[in-house]
C-alpha cells in the first residue's frame, strides 16, 4: 500500500470508530469487526511511522534458508596389482637386488558410512541493486571429527580437505564460509551486474538436477569444467534481445592459490599465483533450452593444494606446472507435460589443453620427473569428456526418477574437487562412470519458503577407471590394465580399475 493510500485508509478507518460506541452496541457480530478494525488501524499507523523513521522489518531485507543431509554410503573399490614408485625408489637405491616389488590386487571396503551435512544460506538486499549473499557449511562423518573417514591415497582430490573443497569433503564438523559475495546490480541502468567475493563456483549446472536442487541463476558454473570453491569475481551483462530470451554473458575471475610474501632467498621466490579466468556465454536461458558456452584458463597451476594434513602428510605448492586451457558447451532442456510428468534431459562435452613448463614434482627430496600431465618428455595434451542424463519428474506422486553417465579420455583433466562424491569427483574420471538415482519427495506443504522441500535420495555410483590419475594433472596416465608391464608404470598414489558406492539421503530444504 502506497503511503497516500495508507494515511486515507486511516483517516476513514479513525473517523468510522469516532461513531458513538452506542450505535454498535446491538451487534455483536459489528463489535468484533470494529476491533479488527481498530488492530489494523493501529498497525497501519505503525507502518507509516516506521515509514517516516526509515524502519522496516527484518523480512524486508534479509532473507534466510538452508539445508540439512543425513547420507549412508556402502563403498567398494578394486585395487589390481601395481608398481608402487615408493618400493621402486627404494629398490633402486637397495641395488636391484630382486625383481622389482609389486603390490598385488585387493579389495577396499567400507560397508557403512554415515555423514551429516548442514548448511545456511542468508542474502541480505543492503541498499538499491545492492545484496550480499552468503552461504556457511558444515560437513561431517559420524563419529569422526577430521578426514580421516574418507580420505585414502586413491586420489587427488581426496587425500584430504583443501581451501576450494572445504564444506563439500566430509572434514572436521567446522562451520565455515561457503560462499559470501555483494553483487551490485544494474550499473548505470543498464543490464549489468558485478559481483565479488567466495563465489557460488559448485554444484553447478546440469549437476543440480541429481541434487534436488533449484537451477543456478546467472552465477552458476558448468559443472563439467569448475566444481571450486573459488575466491573472485564476475563482470556480467544480460542485454533484452527478442530472439535470444534469456540472454547474457560474463567474464570471471578466481584465485586457487595465493602465494603471500616472497624475499630473494625465501623457498617460494620461484613460485606464482594461481588463477583462473572464464567467459561465458548462455545465448538461450529459458525451460524448453538453456545453452551455455564457456571456455577457461589456468594460470600457474600448482603442483599440490595447500593441505594442513593429508593422507601424504601435509603438503602446500612447490611449483608451477604451466597453464591450462578449458572449452565447454552444455544443453539443458526441461519439457513439461511429458506423459504423466516432466522430463530433464542435459548434455555436455569438453575438451582440456594442457601448456606444460619444465618444472617437475619434488616430493620428500625426490625429483619424481612428473610434470602437467607428462612424464619424462614435457609436452602438450589433449582430453575429452562427455556428459550425459535425464531426470523424469513424476507430477501427481513427486517421484523422481534419474540415470546419468560421463567419460573422460586418457588425458581429461578438469576442475572439480568440490564433486559431491565419495571415491573422487565422477567428472574428472579417466574411465566411465554410470549413476542411477530415485528421489521421493514428501507430499507436505512447504512452510519457510516455496522451494522448501524434505525427500529421500536413493543412487548406485559405478566407476569404470580405464586409466590412472583420475583428477590429478601431476604425471602421464597409465593405462589400468598396463600397470604391471614394466616399473617406470609405477604409482605415486594407490590405483582402482573400478568402485562402486550404493547411497541413500534424508534431505530438507528450508
Request: proline residues 5%; glycine residues 10%.
Amino acid at each position: 500500500m502506497s503511503r497516500k493510500g495508507s494515511i486515507l485508509l486511516t483517516t476513514i478507518l479513525s473517523a468510522a470508530l469516532a461513531l458513538p460506541a452506542a450505535s454498535f452496541g446491538a451487534d455483536e457480530g459489528l463489535q468484533q469487526k470494529v476491533e479488527a478494525l481498530s488492530k489494523e488501524v493501529k498497525a497501519l499507523q505503525q507502518q507509516v511511522q516506521s515509514q517516516k523513521e526509515g524502519k522496516k522489518r527484518i523480512s524486508d531485507w534479509l532473507t534466510i534458508g538452508g539445508d540439512y543431509r543425513f547420507r549412508v554410503d556402502s563403498l567398494s573399490a578394486k585395487v589390481p596389482s601395481h608398481f608402487a614408485f615408493a618400493d621402486i625408489l627404494a629398490w633402486q637405491l637397495g641395488g636391484q637386488v630382486g625383481p622389482p616389488p609389486m603390490r598385488q590386487a585387493a579389495t577396499v571396503e567400507n560397508d557403512v558410512l554415515y555423514t551429516n551435512r548442514f548448511g545456511l544460506n542468508l542474502k541480505a538486499r543492503a541498499a538499491r541493486d545492492v545484496t550480499v549473499t552468503a552461504r556457511l557449511l558444515m560437513y561431517k562423518t559420524f563419529g569422526n571429527g577430521d578426514s580421516t573417514a574418507t580420505s585414502g591415497t586413491f586420489f587427488a582430490d581426496r587425500i584430504g580437505v583443501f581451501d576450494g573443497t572445504q564444506g563439500h569433503v566430509p572434514g572436521d564438523g567446522k562451520l565455515t564460509v561457503d560462499q559470501v559475495f555483494a553483487t551490485w546490480s544494474n550499473i548505470l541502468d543498464q543490464p549489468i551486474w558485478f559481483s565479488v567475493g567466495r563465489r557460488p563456483s559448485t554444484n553447478g549446472i546440469p549437476s543440480h538436477l541429481r541434487q534436488n536442487d533449484e537451477r543456478p541463476g546467472v552465477s552458476g558454473i558448468p559443472a563439467l569444467l569448475v566444481d571450486y570453491a573459488f575466491d573472485g569475481m564476475t563482470l556480467g551483462y544480460a542485454p533484452d534481445i527478442e530472439a535470444l530470451p534469456g540472454a547474457y554473458a560474463k567474464l570471471c575471475y578466481g584465485r586457487g592459490f595465493e602465494n603471500g610474501f616472497t624475499t630473494s632467498s625465501s623457498a617460494n621466490t620461484n613460485l606464482r599465483d594461481t588463477d583462473m579466468i572464464g567467459i561465458s556465454v548462455v545465448p538461450y536461458d529459458t525451460d524448453p533450452l538453456f545453452l551455455d558456452v564457456q571456455y577457461n584458463r589456468g594460470m600457474n597451476i600448482f603442483d599440490f593444494p595447500v593441505f594442513a594434513e593429508s593422507t601424504l602428510g601435509p603438503l602446500r605448492p612447490a611449483a608451477d606446472l604451466g597453464d591450462i586451457d578449458w572449452l565447454g558447451v552444455t544443453a539443458l532442456s526441461t519439457l513439461k507435460k511429458t506423459g504423466p510428468g516432466t522430463l530433464n534431459l542435459f548434455a555436455s562435452a569438453a575438451v582440456s589443453k594442457t601448456h606444460p613448463n619444465a618444472n617437475t614434482v619434488v616430493f620428500g627430496g625426490v625429483d619424481t620427473g612428473a610434470g602437467l600431465l607428462h612424464s619424462g618428455v614435457v609436452e602438450s595434451k589433449t582430453g575429452n569428456a562427455i556428459y550425459l542424463g535425464a531426470r523424469y519428474d513424476i507430477t501427481a506422486t513427486r517421484t523422481k526418477i534419474g540415470a546419468e553417465f560421463n567419460r573422460g579420455s586418457k588425458n581429461w583433466i578438469t576442475f572439480v574437487p568440490a564433486g559431491d562424491d565419495i571415491w573422487t569427483s565422477k567428472l574428472g574420471t579417466r574411465g566411465n562412470v554410470y549413476e542411477l538415482y530415485a528421489i521421493q519427495e514428501f507430499n507436505a506443504a512447504p512452510i519457510s519458503s516455496y522451494v522448501s522441500k524434505t525427500f529421500f535420495r536413493v543412487g548406485f555410483q559405478y566407476y569404470d577407471f580405464e586409466y590412472t590419475g583420475t583428477n590429478n594433472w601431476v604425471g602421464a596416465p597409465v593405462k589400468i590394465s598396463e600397470l604391471t608391464a614394466s616399473p617406470l608404470n609405477a604409482q605415486m598414489l594407490t590405483p582402482l580399475s573400478r568402485a562402486t558406492d550404493l547411497y541413500a539421503t534424508l534431505e530438507v530444504k528450508f
